[in-house]
């Protein structure tokens, strides 16, 4: 793991996936960031959708998202984030 960083770049995230109760994965890459919000993660659910409502093409640690039952369209909780926790994948390992 790296430093953790406050902001991301939404322009580089390819993917997201909730762990329930926990934390939230936001793919870049080579990078993985995890987000272990500073409250709400009981609101965290793998079916849920995350709802992000920014101005700016950053996601920081003082915002906030919205999980939304996807069925119902119902909002089931609001995650305040906390820092951002870069992890790198390592590179597959040459062939000989």
Request: net charge negative; glycine share 6%; proline share 5%.
């Amino acid at each position: 793991a790296g430093e953790p960083v406050e902001c991301i770049d939404l322009h580089r995230i390819r993917n997201t996936r909730i762990i329930n109760d926990t934390a939230i994965l936001y793919d870049a890459g080579r990078t993985i960031y995890v987000n272990r919000p500073r409250a709400g993660a009981d609101s965290l659910n793998r079916w849920d959708t995350i709802v992000t409502r920014l101005h700016t093409p950053r996601l920081c640690s003082i915002d906030t998202v919205q999980m939304v039952d996807p069925n119902s369209r119902i909002l089931s909780g609001i995650v305040f984030l906390g820092d951002f926790m870069p992890y790198r994948r390592e590179e597959a390992a040459a062939a000989d």
